[in-house]
Nanobody, 124 residues
């Protein structure tokens, strides 16, 4: 059973950077797509970024494409979301999710395994 656990959230000022981590137990981590989603207060959860098992394919939401980078280290069973030039609009709970699909997906329903989330707050 795959269980992702997020870490790395916090409170930062606008323009700062943060790196989120998603660690997952289970031998199957090498074979899953890793996705990041976020949910801002009072809003629905939305797609942020995703990466395929080998790291050769990535996908990003338009709102973060130029600022965020998703990566993974399969030897450590960990994926990362490097977030640069953070804006107050990036404030949200960030969730890591895992999928058995072959290619990155932006659809929540494609991800059966979810973490508990980590809070990112960006002050202006």
């Amino acid at each position: 059973q795959l269980q992702p656990v997020e870490s790395g959230g916090g409170l930062v000022q606008a323009g700062a950077s943060l790196r989120l981590s998603c660690a997952a137990s289970g031998r199957a981590f090498n074979n899953v797509v890793v996705g990041w989603f976020r949910q801002a207060p009072g809003k629905e959860r939305v797609f942020v970024a995703a990466i395929n098992w080998g790291g050769s394919r990535t996908a990003y939401a338009d709102s973060v494409k130029a600022r965020f980078t998703i990566s993974r280290d399969n030897d450590r069973n960990t994926a990362y979301l490097q977030m640069n030039s953070l804006e107050p609009e990036d404030t949200a709970v960030y969730y890591c999710a895992l999928s058995g699909l072959k290619w990155p997906s932006g659809r929540e329903n494609d991800y059966p395994y979810w973490g508990q989330g980590t809070q990112v707050t960006v002050s202006s």
